[in-house]
T-cell receptor, first 114, second 112 residues
C-alpha cells in the first residue's frame, strides 16, 4: 500500500515570490508520482508526472518537481508565482506497472497574495 | 476531444433520499474510477471498472453505494439511502491502459 503526506495544508505567498509545496510518500514498491491542481470550481488537472528517467520533471504553467528516492519526496516548485496559481495542489502516487488506483495526499491550498 | 464529464455538478438532498451520479469517460478509455473527497480530507479511491467489470471495489464505504457501468461506457454511482456523512465531492476519472487518469470536474453532494 502507498501513502502520501502533504504537511502544509495552506501556503500563502506573495505574487512573484518563489514557492515550494512539500510532498513525501511511503511505499513498499516502486511508484509513479504526480501533482494535480484544482482551480476554484474546476476539476482535477494533471500538473506533472514522474514515471522514470530524469528526476527533475517540468510541468505546465512553469511548475517543476524533483523526485528524491532517498528522501521519498516529490516537492513541487515554481520560481515566481502569479495570482492565477491560486488553487489547491494534490500530490499523488500509484504503484508502478499497475493499474491506476491513485493514492492522494490531503492537498495544499496555495494562496497568492497581490 | 471531450474530457470526463460528470453530472450533476451539484446536488443537495435530504437524508434518506436517493441520489444518482453519472460519469461519462473519455471515449475509448476502458478504465473508469470513482473517488470521493470528504471535506478537508484526502481524495479516496472508491472503485475501478475495466470496461463493464468491477476490477476493484475495495474503497466502497458500505452497501448503500452501488456503482454500475452498463455496456462499458458511462457509469452511475447511486447512494441509497443517503446519510449526512456521504456529503463530499465525488470525482470520476478515466484512463487507457497504463497511462495517467483524467479527472472530471466532480459532483458536490450535500446531504442535509
Amino acid at each position: 500500500a502507498q501513502s502520501v503526506t502533504q504537511l502544509d495544508s495552506q501556503v500563502p505567498v506573495f505574487e512573484e515570490a518563489p514557492v515550494e509545496l512539500r510532498c513525501n510518500y511511503s511505499s513498499s514498491v516502486s511508484v509513479y508520482l504526480f501533482w494535480y491542481v484544482q482551480y476554484p470550481n474546476q476539476g482535477l488537472q494533471l500538473l506533472l508526472k514522474y514515471l522514470s528517467g530524469s528526476t527533475l520533471v517540468k510541468g505546465i504553467n512553469g511548475f517543476e518537481a524533483e523526485f528524491n528516492k532517498s528522501q521519498t519526496s516529490f516537492h513541487l516548485r515554481k520560481p515566481s508565482v502569479h495570482i492565477s496559481d491560486t488553487a489547491e495542489y494534490f500530490c499523488a502516487v500509484i504503484a508502478s506497472g499497475g493499474y491506476q488506483k491513485v493514492t492522494f495526499g490531503t492537498g495544499t491550498k496555495l494562496q497568492v497574495i497581490p | 476531444e471531450a474530457g470526463v464529464t460528470q453530472f450533476p455538478s451539484h446536488s443537495v438532498i435530504e437524508k434518506g433520499q436517493t441520489v444518482t451520479l453519472r460519469c461519462d469517460p473519455i471515449s475509448g478509455h476502458d478504465n473508469l474510477y470513482w473517488y470521493r473527497r470528504v471535506m478537508g480530507k484526502e481524495i479516496k479511491f472508491l472503485l475501478h471498472f475495466v470496461k463493464e467489470s468491477k476490477q476493484d471495489e475495495s474503497g466502497m464505504p458500505n452497501n448503500r453505494f452501488l456503482a454500475e457501468r452498463t455496456g462499458g461506457t458511462y457509469s452511475t454511482l447511486k447512494v441509497q439511502p443517503a446519510e449526512l456523512e456521504d456529503s463530499g465531492v465525488y470525482f470520476c476519472a478515466s484512463s487507457q491502459q497504463y497511462t495517467e487518469a483524467f479527472f472530471g470536474q466532480g459532483t458536490r453532494l450535500t446531504v442535509v
